[in-house]
């Protein structure tokens, strides 16, 4: 029956995660039972929360054992089904592990059906169509309340999340002002439509900038960084502003030494309100949210952005390529 190859945690990485840390491994190919299926992995995610779980802390899912799979969402296709609504062929999406061969059952976390359309590339289906655009999305309207003509302010918005963010922002009709972390960057995001880009390495006063870009202060702040850029932003909100704090990922290669935001006092000032989500604990906006994102690719007015690599064994290197600050769009491997 052939083998499956899986990348392991090999050592708990101490600060940016190094090639040492993850070991690639075969082992047996693993065998459905009754109401299970096969998944041939198409796609691997690489996701900043991945560096959370490789902490030996808790988070909102157990940290991945040494010697274990990394864990992530996948997109794959199912070779073998013992599961009656999962027949061979079908392209599934779920919360699984770095193994190029897994095993689902019908209710494993996030399992979704994807449905292909002719013309757009699978990889799509785990960015802006897919897990990226419903984070986007659960974030900026259902957590954020974004209505159109307001002020919104993303952070990393050159990224994966961030790129999203902004373009369906404005596709709603609010004013967008994104922060960044290199001038190509905000090349970028200028070219996608956003009203304003912030390259915050490049200003001493990160506030004042934003303060110029959002004259009369800012009704969202969907905050993927926390830390300094947060204490920064709380006191330029509007009054009964929002904050949807989808990550902290400027937290994340160093969670020994939190950052203290000291500006938490504006949640009373302005009657903020500050709220952290998880996007599959909101299953009944999903159908609403997919629909529209289909809608807006359709459209032209998102562009899903990007960075792909080839190959299972890429997974540690794109990661790590991820966590060290420089990528643009959403990192993906193809299998
Ligand atoms: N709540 C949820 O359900 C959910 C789901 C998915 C993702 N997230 C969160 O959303 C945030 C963005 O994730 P993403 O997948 O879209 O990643 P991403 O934005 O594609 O990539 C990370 C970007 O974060 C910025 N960054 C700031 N400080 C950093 C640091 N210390 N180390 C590395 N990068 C840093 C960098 O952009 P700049 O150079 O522009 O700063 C970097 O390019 C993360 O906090 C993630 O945990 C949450």
């Known amino acids: 029956m052939g083998k499956a190859k899986q990348i392991l945690l090999a050592r708990r990485p101490v600060g940016l995660p190094k090639p040492d840390d993850f070991a690639l ?52 296709e199912v070779i073998e089904s013992r599961h009656p609504d999962y027949p061979v062929g079908t392209f599934v999406r779920a919360f699984a592990h770095w193994s190029d061969h897994y095993v689902l059952s019908g209710d494993a976390w996030g399992l979704e059906k994807v449905h292909p359309q002719p013309g757009v590339e699978l990889h799509h289906y785990m960015g802006a169509l897919g897990p990226v655009g419903l984070t986007a999305w659960v974030g900026l309207f259902a957590v954020g309340e974004a209505k159109p003509g307001e002020t919104v302010v993303v952070s990393a918005a050159a990224g994966a999340t961030g790129s999203t963010v902004g373009q369906i922002a404005k596709a709603k009709g609010c004013r967008v002002i994104g922060l960044v972390g290199s001038p190509e960057k905000a090349e970028v995001i200028k070219e996608l439509g956003f009203d ?25 702040y969907f905050d993927n960084v926390g830390g300094e850029m947060l204490e920064a932003i709380l006191p330029l909100m509007r009054l009964h502003g929002r904050v949807a704090v989808c990550g ?38 999903l159908d609403q949210a997919q629909a529209e994102l289909d809608a807006w690719v359709a459209e032209g007015k998102l562009r899903p952005l990007a960075n792909l690599r080839d190959g299972f064994e890429k997974l540690p290197e794109a990661f790590i390529d991820l966590m060290s600050g420089k990528t643009i769009g959403k990192t993906l491997v193809r299998i």
């Not at 490789?54 to 991945?64: C, T």
């Not at 010697?67 to 969402?73: A, D, H, L, W, Y």
């Not at 912030?198 to 800012?218: C, F, H, L, N, V």
Request: no cysteine; aromatic share 8%; proline share 9%.
């Open 25 to 76: 491994a075969e082992t047996a190919m693993p065998v459905p039972g009754e109401g299970e299926f096969l998944v041939a992995m198409r796609v691997g995610s690489v996701d900043p929360a991945i560096r959370g779980f490789l902490d030996d802390r808790p988070s909102y899912i157990e940290p991945v054992a040494l010697g274990e799979p990394i864990k992530g969402m996948s997109l794959g």
């Open 196 to 220: 304003a880009a912030i390259d915050y390495r490049a200003t001493p006063d990160i506030a004042a900038e934003i303060a110029k870009a959002a004259p009369e202060g800012i009704d969202v």
């Open 248 to 285: 902290m990922i400027g937290q994340y290669n160093d969670a020994d030494h939190p950052y203290g935001v000291k500006t938490l006092w504006q949640l009373v000032v302005n009657r903020i309100k500050m709220q952290g989500f998880i996007t599959y604990d909101y299953p009944d906006v």
